[in-house]
């Protein structure tokens, strides 16, 4: 198959947890995959498989979206059909008093404005495909709604996270008001996953979120775009 015929898979936040079961599941639907990492994987091996080029690339940094550029060129993915943000940081501070201005700052970086530099870096790639998808991995702590009401109960998270994924989730408004309709734009709550940052009520594996995502970016229909959804078909309160 030419290469130009073969789709194209982005992934942040690659070195474990659902970035990793992004990239694997996306070279098991013929894929291939751009993998981004801060720093390598624990496990090298987790990445070490035909179909992945693996970029160091912290999306924090000012020249991250430089880095990724270069990467698509070397690893010759000339098309991007899915673009998953899944780069993320958690601070810690659920008090006002315990709460860094520095962690609130890094975490946005990380998880907003680090979200906008591979979206950037990518869109010529993104413009390539017949059918494009953009999933920003958000959070249900990210709803302003969910926050107001008092937050799930039992369930403490930082100023810094839910801060950083409501302006995420307003950063994936604006990709949507600019691209749509010709790039489906979504803010993807990925589910109660187990990850190393697992929330206390966590019930669904990587693998299973991995497999619901990229259903996600082959099937959500257009008027889906700029919607907070959940996998499968399940849409949250901004």
Same mark, same amino acid.
């Given at each position: 198959?030419?290469?130009?015929?073969?789709?194209?898979?982005?992934?942040?936040?690659?070195?474990?947890?659902?970035?990793?079961? *992004?990239?694997?599941?996306?070279?098991?639907?013929?894929?291939?995959?751009?993998?981004?990492?801060?720093?390598?994987?624990?496990?090298?091996?987790?990445?070490?498989? !035909?179909?992945?080029? *693996?970029?160091?690339?912290?999306?924090?940094?000012? %020249?991250?979206?430089?880095? *990724?550029?270069?990467?698509?060129?070397?690893?010759?993915?000339?098309?991007?059909?899915?673009?998953?943000?899944?780069?993320?940081?958690?601070?810690?501070?659920?008090?006002?008093?315990?709460?860094?201005? %520095?962690?609130?700052? @890094?975490?946005?970086?990380?998880h907003c404005v680090g979200a906008l530099r591979v979206a950037r870096a990518c869109l010529p790639a993104l413009l390539r495909?017949?059918?494009?998808?953009?999933?920003?991995?958000?959070?249900?702590?990210?709803?302003?709604?969910?926050?107001?009401?008092?937050?799930?109960?039992?369930v403490e998270v930082s100023y810094a996270y839910r801060i950083a994924k409501a302006a995420q989730n307003m950063l994936t408004?604006?990709?949507?008001?600019?691209?749509? !309709?010709?790039?489906?734009?979504?803010?993807?709550?990925?589910?109660?996953?187990?990850?190393?940052?697992?929330?206390?009520?966590?019930?669904?594996?990587?693998?299973?979120?991995?497999?619901?995502?990229?259903?996600?970016? @082959?099937?959500?229909?257009? @008027?889906?775009?700029?919607?907070?959804?959940?996998? !499968?078909?399940?849409?949250? @309160?901004?």
């Amino acid at each position: 198959m030419p290469a130009d015929d073969i789709p194209g898979v982005v992934v942040t936040g690659a070195a474990g947890g659902i970035g990793t079961a *992004v990239a694997r599941e996306a070279v098991d639907r013929g894929c291939r995959v751009l993998a981004l990492v801060r720093q390598p994987p624990a496990d090298p091996s987790v990445l070490d498989f !035909p179909g992945v080029h *693996v970029c160091p690339s912290d999306v924090s940094r000012q %020249d991250a979206g430089d880095a *990724v550029t270069r990467a698509l060129a070397r690893s010759g993915i000339s098309r991007v059909d899915v673009l998953v943000n899944a780069a993320g940081i958690v601070r810690h501070g659920t008090r006002l008093a315990a709460t860094s201005a %520095d962690d609130v700052l @890094e975490s946005l970086n990380v998880h907003c404005v680090g979200a906008l530099r591979v979206a950037r870096a990518c869109l010529p790639a993104l413009l390539r495909a017949p059918r494009p998808a953009v999933l920003n991995l958000t959070s249900r702590h990210g709803s302003l709604a969910l926050a107001s009401a008092g937050g799930v109960q039992g369930v403490e998270v930082s100023y810094a996270y839910r801060i950083a994924k409501a302006a995420q989730n307003m950063l994936t408004a604006c990709l949507h008001q600019e691209l749509a !309709p010709r790039v489906r734009v979504l803010a993807v709550h990925p589910g109660r996953v187990s990850t190393a940052i697992a929330p206390a009520d966590a019930d669904r594996s990587p693998a299973e979120a991995a497999r619901h995502l990229l259903d996600l970016a @082959e099937n959500a229909p257009q @008027e889906w775009s700029g919607r907070f959804v959940e996998p !499968p078909s399940t849409f949250l @309160e901004w």
